[in-house]
């Protein structure tokens, strides 16, 4: 069975642009979960898609968005960069609500 | 907030040691707590994961401690080798339509 994929695997932007992220999840799988991982911070939660539906969100501003399709893949966005949201951003699936959660290598994303 | 902390930040171990990571939580809700390996330029990969039912749990070399009371949990690497050199994190969750919640994590460095 295929991994979780993200896409892009790098990506370097200037600050105010925006930028899309994609995440395909194992097959079968519904849930998708998005991080956000720093050195300083390490994995920060941004936000759990189930059945196409945001069932949480964690603290980040509106500026951090995301949306789940029939399929199952997921997009989040990001729009007027800032430097500080250059870092890793993980994609993670699982099968359902609070099942175990699977991993995609990441998205680097540099701002400059 | 830290919602679980995680020591020691960085770690070296002679190769054939034992590894020891530890972890602290407050949030009596948890009811999960997975580990994390995750080598440079690759998403964490699920190791072994817990739930409070039980204080120990071991696959292979890796064995989790779980002390409900205390409100903490451990990560054991037995025999340890330079190929487990990588960032563990610890992470943990309530039931229902909750994250996870990870640890900083800690830098393991196996030397032969």
């Known amino acids: 069975k295929a991994g979780v994929t993200q896409t892009p695997r790098y990506l370097i932007k200037t600050r105010g642009q925006q930028v899309t992220l994609s995440c395909s999840p194992i097959s079968g799988h519904r849930s998708v979960s998005w991080y956000q991982q720093t050195p300083g911070q390490g994995l920060q939660f941004l936000f759990e898609?189930?059945?196409?539906?945001?069932?949480n969100k964690g603290n980040f501003p509106g500026r951090f968005s995301g949306r789940q399709f029939s399929n199952s893949r997921s997009e989040m966005n990001v729009s007027t960069l800032e430097l500080g949201d250059s870092a890793l951003y993980l994609c993670?699936?699982?099968f359902g609500q609070g099942g175990e959660q699977y991993f995609g290598p990441g998205t680097r994303l540099t701002v400059t | 907030q830290q919602q679980v902390k995680q020591s020691p930040q960085s770690l070296i171990v002679q190769k054939g040691g034992i590894s020891i990571i530890n972890c602290a939580y407050e949030?009596?809700?948890?009811?999960?707590f997975p580990w994390y390996q995750q080598f440079p330029g690759k998403g964490p990969a699920l190791l072994i994961a817990i739930r409070p039912d039980v204080s120990e749990k071991k696959e292979g070399r890796f064995t989790i401690s779980f002390n409900k009371s205390a409100k903490q949990f451990s990560l054991h690497i037995m025999d340890s080798q330079p190929g487990d050199s990588a960032t563990y994190f610890c992470a943990a969750k309530a039931t229902g339509n909750t994250p996870l919640v990870f640890g900083k994590g800690t830098r393991l460095s196996v030397i032969a």
């Open positions: 898609y189930f059945s196409e539906t945001q069932r």
């Open positions: 993670a699936s699982s």
């Open positions: 949030n009596t809700a948890f009811d999960y």
